[in-house]
């Protein structure tokens, strides 16, 4: 069983940046792919970026590519993702999740496991 819990979401203006955290805890000896999605309200949850559970590989949704950046500390059991260049359309709940034993992949129903979400609010 792997809880995971996110953090670092909040209010801020067109063009900021923000940084998401998501702790992992219980289970975590067991590679996992690892992803964000968000939800818009009255939106399906999208993809947003997955790193492998290698690390080595990264997979973006195109409308993130060149400003979000997706990290992980394996030693720390952390992921990060990095928002930049925020515009009003990247408001939502941003939900980390992991998907034990699985190299990576972009489809929500393989992650077994999610946060609880955090809200992301932009400004214009």
């Known amino acids: 069983q792997v809880q995971l819990v996110e953090s670092g979401g909040g209010l801020v203006q067109a063009g900021d940046s923000l940084r998401l955290s998501c702790a992992a805890s219980g289970g975590t000896n067991t590679l996992y792919a690892m992803a964000w999605f968000r939800q818009a309200p009255g939106k399906e949850r999208e993809f947003v970026a997955a790193?492998?559970?290698?690390?080595?590989?990264?997979n973006y949704a195109d409308f993130v590519k060149g400003r979000f950046t997706i990290s992980r500390d394996t030693a720390k059991n952390i992921g990060y993702l990095q928002m930049s260049s925020l515009t009003p359309e990247d408001t939502a709940v941003y939900y980390c999740?992991?998907?034990?034993?699985?190299?990576?992949?972009?489809?929500?129903?393989?992650?077994?496991?999610w946060g609880q979400g955090t809200q992301v609010t932009v400004s214009s």
């Open positions: 999740a992991a998907a034990p034993g699985v190299v990576m992949s972009t489809r929500k129903d393989v992650y077994r496991y």
């Open positions: 790193k492998s559970y290698s690390g080595s590989t990264t």
